[in-house]
């Protein structure tokens, strides 16, 4: 992820739900819409620290292309490789853009819900209708990685703008708290689902050399959905029944959504695993060039063949290597960034604001959100130059240095408008190094190291540790700040940035200028995967 989820009031817990999965075979391709002509661009693969033979005649051979590669980007002037898949992962990221929009909706108009439907001066219950939406997203986080596997992320993206819509306008139109409860537990549910597909469905289309830069569209997607919300709800102040047509309008992506996905293509990893060899194979030819073809296929086989599909995987198998490790490290980076303080941070910002004179809530929420958006668009350009693990580090850094800053300006004897512009910067600081490293190295890598067979449950699993993660922080840090004070919760924040900055260190592979499978190969050199 991701720009995670404001909580502006004290949580309860919330009743857990279940979700029935279907299981339909496969559809089949149609027919390919979105076409660019280009020119395909080579490039070398960097090396994994472990190869298999298989690999290592064809890396000879790409080394070889290397100069013939630079010498056609001389004559063409412009890269354009990244092109034909762009318009693909641009719909996929609506799906991020609804998160977003869904995130600051709530943030101001909450007031005049609560007003309309009889709960106003209940926090509890207020804090029920934020949070309803991460127990959706928390369900569908769970059931996303088996719908992906059985019908592919197409065909799932177009299911869940089901509830995404229905959730949208029960919310809009309701007259109780039990209809919006529903509408809200609705739309979490479709987010839970596509905050997972997305990253998955970009990882699979992208171009091995811009897929850093692609996946970056999902953090991008995300700000600006929230700062859309924020200008739509503009009128709010003034219409206490705006916030109706505001969650009508939150409908519209859904629609947008399902029927761009009718004109996008598949994923041909996905339709390779489900022996669709000549929709795969005309997918491949669109998205990365024909010379691409046999080269893919060859790859995605001989995962296949060593890992087996995904089709028949199960749960159980998160409990061993090689997934288990992958699993742990997704799960642990979502934990430590939810607990690196994003929410507490975003929460607090409103009244590091309020103190230099900035009392407009809506114009505090934009400076954040226009912050938030400059760093995803500096990811967008450092993720393949830069690489995911020198993000990473570099962002947890930034991020603690943020927070020694603010420490400093509330514990320290300085002027007081000195302190009040020094936390300002230190909090559009952390959320400026968040958004390049933090929020979206970590939905992107976690993909990229996770094997064909398990990539869709594995995270699964760790976007179910971010939602469980972002309640918990929204849920106790109110508290936390009451009984320590700022200052020492801040400074939590920052060691464990520190902490996130040592794991990255340790235990993220980089994956830049890598292909899917020979990421999992080179990881998985000395297992011995087969069928399961």
Known sequence: MRVATVLHHPVRPVPSYRSTLFTPS?????????????????????????????????????????????????????????????????????????????????????????????FEGNPILEGLVVSIFIAGAFVGSISSGSLADKLGCRRTFQIVTIPLILGAIISAQAHSLDEMLWGRFLVGLGIGVNTVLVPIYISEVAPTKYRGSLGTLCQVGTCLGIITSLFLGIPA???????????????????ILALGMQFALESPRWLCKVGMLNDAKAVIGNLWGESEINKA????????????????????????????????????????QQFAGINGVLYFSSLTFQDVGITDGALASLLVGVTNFAGALCASYLMDKEGRQKLLIGSYLGMAISMLLVVGATSLPLDEDFSHNLSILGTLFYIFTFAI?????????????????????????????HWVCNFLVGLFFLDLVE???????????????LLSALFAYYFIVETKG????????????????GNK
């Not at 092109?83 to 998160?99: D, K």
């Not at 933090?438 to 699964?460: C, D, F, H, Q």
């Not at 890598?514 to 995967?529: D, F, G, H, K, V």
Request: proline content about 6%.
């Open 514 to 529: 890598r292909s899917l499978e020979e990421i999992e190969m080179s990881l998985n050199a000395n297992s011995t995967p």
């Open 297 to 336: 296929i060859e790859e995605f086989q001989l995962v296949i063949k060593k890992d087996g599909s995904d089709l028949d995987s199960e749960w159980s198998e998160l409990l061993e290597e090689p997934h288990s490790r992958v699993a742990f490290i997704g799960g642990a980076l979502f934990l430590l």
């Open 237 to 255: 102040e003034d219409d206490p029944h705006w916030w109706r047509t505001m969650l009508y309008i939150a409908s519209l992506p859904g629609f």
């Open 483 to 497: 009984t320590f004070g700022v200052a020492p919760v801040y400074a939590g924040f920052g060691g464990v940035s």
């Open 437 to 465: 490293g933090a929020g979206p190295v970590t939905g992107l890598v976690i993909p990229e190291l996770s094997s064909n067979r398990t990539r869709g449950k594995i995270m699964g699993f760790s976007f179910s540790v």
């Open 26 to 118: 496969p559809p089949k391709m149609k027919t390919l819409r979105f076409s660019f002509s280009h020119r395909s661009t080579k490039f070398k693969v960097l090396a994994a620290k472990k190869q298999l033979p298989e690999l290592r005649s064809r890396k000879q051979k790409q080394d070889g292309e290397k100069l013939l590669s630079r010498d056609q980007k001389a004559e063409e002037g412009f890269d354009l490789g990244w092109l034909p898949a762009f318009p693909h992962v641009l719909i996929a990221s609506m799906s991020n853009f609804l998160f977003g929009y869904h995130i600051g909706v709530m943030n101001g108009p909450i007031v005049s819900i609560a007003k309309e439907l009889g």
